[in-house]
Structures are given as C-alpha cells and as structure tokens.
C-alpha cells in the first residue's frame, strides 16, 4: 500500500500545506531572526546584501538566482553577484553559528543526522564545478554541478545544518578554473560520500543525535557504513535493487550468496 493511502496520510499532509499568507505573516520575523547572522558580516554593505539575498529566496519570484533577486531589491546585479559568488566574508562562520542556533532549538539525544545529494542542471561551463555527471533531478547523465546537504531531524523539527559543493577531479586540478570561480585553496577532490561525512562530523561536535539517513549514494558506500560504525552510530541507508546480501542460512555455506531485494 502507498504511503499516501493511509488514513492518517492525508490529514498529515494538509497539516503540511503553507499558504502565501502563512509565508507573508513570517516576513516580519525574517529580520528578528536575521539579526543573530548579521554580525558576522564585517561590512555594512554585506550585511545589507546577505538580508537582500533572505528576502529574495523566500520572495514569489520564479527564479531565485541573484539576478531577479537584485532586480526586485532595485540593486545593480553586479553588486550582489560579486558578494555571493567572491564576497570576503566567512562562510563557515555562519554555518558554526547555524549548527549552533539548531542545538538551542531543537536538539535531541536520538537526533537523526539526513545525507543527501542533489544536482543542479547547468547550460554553460563557467559555473563552479559544473560538469557531465549524474543529476538526479533529470534522473540522467547532464551537464550539472552536484552538492552534498545534511539535515538535522529530532522531537521538535527538523533543519538544514550544512551544505558542500562537488568539485570534480579535473575542475580540482584546474588552477586556472579554480581561480576565475575562487575557490579556497583547501578544497581538494572528494568522493561524495567523504564529503557528506565531513559535514556530518562537524555537525555532531555541537548536535546529539544516533542515526544517519541517507539514500542508495551513501548506502552503496561500504566504507561510509564502516565509519558510521566505529562511530557509534544506527544508520538507515538505501542500496541498490542488486546489491548482494549474506542472510544467515547463507553465511553458514562459505561462499554462499544471494541476491538482495
């Protein structure tokens, strides 16, 4: 039976609906809530900025990419694109403070820890990281940059924590690339699962939490489940339709094995 069939599936579900006056009734709270980031922006006119940049992802614009945000705001694209994408201000600053804003709000001793990747569809080659690779939102092989997400789920809500772009092996080794899209020079070539580890780790030196969800990207990876063990950690991963499996009649036959689901 679908999950949508059961009972309690649909009143769920309506629960869940947001209307354009529940988001509109939020705007007022968006500068509260900002004010606990702003000071880690050293300059005015950043602190400016990453509020224009709120206001624009939770706007009623089609595309929420800097441009249209810029023009709603009646700023000058350039401006806005330049703090985005090469602005001096300290990212990981903001997600430390994130990471802790979640703890005060939602943290939980059976906090569950959600991996995820997605893609990004790209026309043009300029673009950080962009490349011929899966992209699930197509469900194809397409010219995409990938990222790499963690949520936080526990008893009173859920979060995103962190995110980290994937820079493939040629685009990592591109200095020329490299530097016309700034990137850090720490950033070095990472399988997606060691990078969806990464985030988890330092997400788990402020947030409780025992389980890691995840889909069959990080349930394929035989290494990622052996360090959530030494971790101590439950996961609940996907894998692949074939996968194979070792069920305990079988494992009493060396050599034996069978087929997963």
């Known amino acids: 039976m679908s999950i949508l069939k059961h009972p309690d599936a649909q009143p769920l579900l309506q629960d869940a609906v947001l209307s354009a006056d529940d988001v509109r009734s939020c705007a007022a709270s968006l500068t509260t809530f900002a004010q606990r980031y702003l000071p880690l922006f050293l300059r005015s006119e950043q602190r400016g900025h990453a509020l224009t940049i709120l206001q624009g992802k939770l706007s009623g614009l089609q595309r929420k990419t800097t441009e249209p945000v810029a023009t709603q705001a009646g700023l000058t694209r350039r401006n806005l694109q330049l703090f985005v994408g090469a602005g001096a201000w300290d990212d990981r600053a903001v997600r430390v403070e994130l990471r802790g804003h979640v703890a005060e709000e939602l943290a939980d001793p059976d906090g569950v820890f959600i991996l995820d990747g997605s893609g990004f569809p790209r026309k043009g080659t300029d673009s950080c990281g962009v490349a011929r690779q899966w992209c699930g939102r197509l469900g194809k092989v ?42 850090p020079a720490d950033v070095t070539f990472q399988e997606g699962w060691r990078i969806a580890l990464g985030l988890l780790d330092e997400a788990r030196r402020t947030l409780p939490g025992r389980w890691v969800t995840g889909d069959d990207e990080f349930g394929r990876a035989g290494e990622l489940r052996g360090q959530l063990r030494l971790r101590g950690l439950r996961y609940l991963l996907d894998v692949p339709c074939n996968t194979l499996v070792r069920t305990r009649v079988s494992a009493d036959r060396p050599g034996a094995r069978v087929a997963g689901p």
């Open 142 to 183: 397409d010219n995409c940059q990938q990222g790499y997400f963690l949520a936080y789920a526990g008893r009173r809500g859920g979060a995103l924590l962190d995110a980290r772009l994937y820079l493939p092996a040629d685009w990592a080794a591109d200095g020329i690339r490299r530097d016309k899209t700034h990137v």
